[in-house]
T-cell receptor
């Protein structure tokens, strides 16, 4: 059974650009959540989607957005990138509100 | 607002020792608590999930307990090995998932 797949694994952007990250959940999982991990702030919850609907949202500015498709795949977008957006972005999927399974992450560097 | 604290922040032990990692949370209204392991630059690997109605879970050399009333969970690792070296994170699910800051564990051969 394939795990959670995140693409791209690494990317470099410059300030002001935008970025889109993709997450394919484990087959059968309808919940996908996104997290930002930085050395200073640790792991912080961005948002969660379930059956194409945003079910929960963390305390991030509107530059951070996401969506989920009918096949449960999810994307997150960050517009007008800032240096502080450099982080490891992690995606997790779950069958319901149970055990979370994480992908390897997308490491974003903003120059 | 839920706050999750993990103590100690770092721990170094010789191989073979039994050890306990601590996790405390401020709001006892949780659905579950999960322990993860993270290797440098990698994603998180789920170790144990404890539902709010449960008191403990065991997997191999790992045992996690949950005391909702006191807002505490412990992860017990028996007979530690160098391969156990990683950062261990606890996370509680309430309205959203909240992570602790993690405990960096180093097991020396």
């Amino acid at each position: 059974k394939a795990g959670v797949t995140q693409t791209p694994r690494y990317l470099i952007k410059t300030r002001g650009q935008q970025v889109t990250l993709s997450c394919s959940p484990i087959s059968g999982h309808r919940s996908v959540s996104w997290y930002q991990q930085t050395p200073g702030q640790g792991l912080q919850f961005l948002f969660e989607y379930f059956s194409e609907t945003q079910r929960n949202k963390g305390n991030f500015p509107g530059r951070f957005s996401g969506r989920q498709f009918s096949n449960s795949r999810s994307e997150m977008n960050v517009s007008t990138l800032e240096l502080g957006d450099s982080a490891l972005y992690l995606c997790a999927s779950s069958f319901d509100t149970g055990e979370l399974f994480f992908g390897e992450g997308s490491r974003l560097t903003v120059l | 607002k839920q706050e999750v604290t993990q103590i100690p922040a770092a721990l170094s032990v010789p191989e073979g020792e039994n050890l306990v990692l601590n996790c405390s949370f401020t709001d006892s209204a949780i659905y579950n608590l999960q322990w993860f392991r993270q290797d440098p630059g990698k994603g998180l690997t789920s170790l144990l999930l404890i539902q709010s109605s449960q008191r403990e879970q065991t997997s191999g050399r790992l045992n996690a307990s949950l005391d909702k009333s006191s807002g505490r969970s412990t992860l017990y690792i028996a007979a530690s090995q160098p391969g156990d070296s990683a950062t261990y994170l606890c996370a509680v699910t309430g309205n959203m998932l909240t992570f602790g800051g993690g405990t960096r564990l180093m097991v020396k051969p």
